[in-house]
């Protein structure tokens, strides 16, 4: 069973452009998850997809962060326009909650974003 | 607001020398905590997943418990192969957001 897949692996990009990140979590794995690490600092929750809608945007830092899902699958993760403190790796994960327990999140390999 | 500290930071052991890192936490209603293992430049790999305090699980070299305040993850006769930073993470009822909260992490390094 392939993972969940994040690409691209790394993306460098100057202050004010825009960037895409994608996630392609497990096959019929509902929840989907976006997590950022930013240097010294511990792996923090973004955003929670379920199917393709958002329940859970608490986490985003500000508006110029677009997440999407559409269809339920692969998710992007937009910054527009991007600023120096958006730098760090960004981590995706995937779920099947089932009865209502908590259910592992399986982590894929990040995307790591630097801003220059 | 759910809280994870992690201790010590970083850990060097030698080979088969047994020890054991710490997790300690603050969440309001624990649905579960989470051990991964992440090594340099990749994502976070699932270990184990602990309900309730008194639980323990096994894998190979690694015995997870759990209390109501604190998760330790024991490693026995370690091997280089272990070196890694191992993360907890917590997932709570009234923790106010839908993911895990993390830990800053353990980094292990396991000298031959």
């Known amino acids: 069973e392939a993972g969940v897949t994040q690409f691209p692996s790394h993306s460098v990009i100057e202050k004010g452009q825009t960037v895409t990140l994608r996630c392609d979590p497990i096959?019929?794995?509902?929840?989907l998850y976006w997590y950022r690490r930013v240097m010294g600092k511990e792996i923090k929750f973004l955003l929670h997809?379920?199917?393709?809608?958002?329940?859970?945007e608490s986490g985003m830092p500000n508006n110029r962060f677009l997440a999407e899902r559409t269809g339920g699958t692969y998710s992007t993760l937009k910054v527009q326009p991007a600023e120096l403190e958006d730098s760090g790796v960004y981590f995706c994960?995937?779920?099947?909650?089932?009865?209502?327990?908590?259910?592992?999140?399986?982590f894929g390999p990040g995307t790591r974003l630097t801003v220059l | 607001e759910d809280q994870v500290t992690q201790s010590p930071e970083a850990l060097r052991l030698q080979e088969g020398e047994s020890s054991s890192l710490n997790c300690s936490y603050t969440?309001?209603?624990?649905?579960?905590l989470f051990w991964y293992r992440q090594d340099p430049g990749k994502g976070p790999e699932f270990l184990f997943t602990?309900?309730?305090?008194?639980e323990e699980k096994e894998k190979e070299r690694l015995k997870a418990t759990l209390t109501k305040k604190e998760s330790f993850l024991h490693i026995t006769a370690p091997k280089p192969e272990d070196s890694a930073t191992y993360l907890c993470?917590?997932?709570?009822w009234g923790g106010g957001a839908d993911g895990l909260t993390f830990g800053k992490g353990t980094h292990l390094i396991i000298q031959p």
């Open positions: 994960a995937s779920s099947q909650e089932w009865q209502g327990v908590t259910d592992t999140q399986y």
């Open positions: 997809f379920v199917k393709e809608s958002k329940q859970d």
């Open positions: 602990l309900y309730s305090a008194g």
């Open positions: 096959s019929g794995h509902d929840n």
């Open positions: 993470a917590v997932f709570s």
């Open positions: 969440v309001s209603g624990l649905r579960g």
